[in-house]
């Protein structure tokens, strides 16, 4: 048995916000996104909407933590030592409308038409190991995110 991990990456996606105290007036909702936050063409800070690196919905911390860290080895989230695997897929936008959602398509629901994703899943459910399929494929930083975090394991 083995555990996979399989994303899209390469996308930006909304991970915080920059908030401010709406006037009570105004709505029931006490707090408004401050849209005048922004850090320009240069940082990820955009309209008070933070984006970092993800699948469009996902942010790939969300995705690939628990592969990368909370289940690799013998953990107390995987007892058995159980090998896991990341498959991170790199978005590539469709070339022209003909090709639909686009078959190297790394955005969140549109991953499922990923050749590259579906011929993994394929290879897995006839038998194939994480080490056949090549082992993690990261074009992310998720080992160098997830070693940042301190967690008990």
């Keep these: ?4 991990s399989m994303y899209g990456v390469g996308i930006p996606t909304e991970r915080a916000y920059v908030y401010r105290q709406a006037a009570i007036a105004q709505c029931h909702i006490p707090f408004q996104i401050e849209t ?3 850090e320009g063409n240069e940082g990820c800070l955009n ?3 933070l984006t970092v690196d993800g699948d469009e919905t996902v942010p790939v911390l969300s995705s ?5 860290k909370g289940w690799r080895g013998r ?5 058995s030592g159980i090998k896991t695997y990341i498959r991170e897929y790199d978005h590539a936008p469709p070339a022209n409308l003909l090709e639909g959602r686009g078959t190297q398509s790394g955005a969140h629901v549109d991953i499922m038409g990923n050749f590259a994703l579906i011929e993994d899943i394929m290879r897995v459910a006839a ?3 994480g080490k056949d ?5 990261v074009h992310s930083d998720i080992f160098k995110w997830s070693e940042k975090i301190s967690l008990s394991l």
């Design 75 to 79: 953990t107390r989230f995987n007892p």
């Design 36 to 38: 005048s936050a922004d």
């Design 127 to 129: 038998g194939s190991t």
């Design 1 to 4: 048995m083995e555990i996979y």
């Design 47 to 49: 309209n008070g909407v």
């Design 133 to 137: 399929l090549g082992g993690d494929q």
């Design 64 to 68: 690939g933590f628990m592969c990368a």
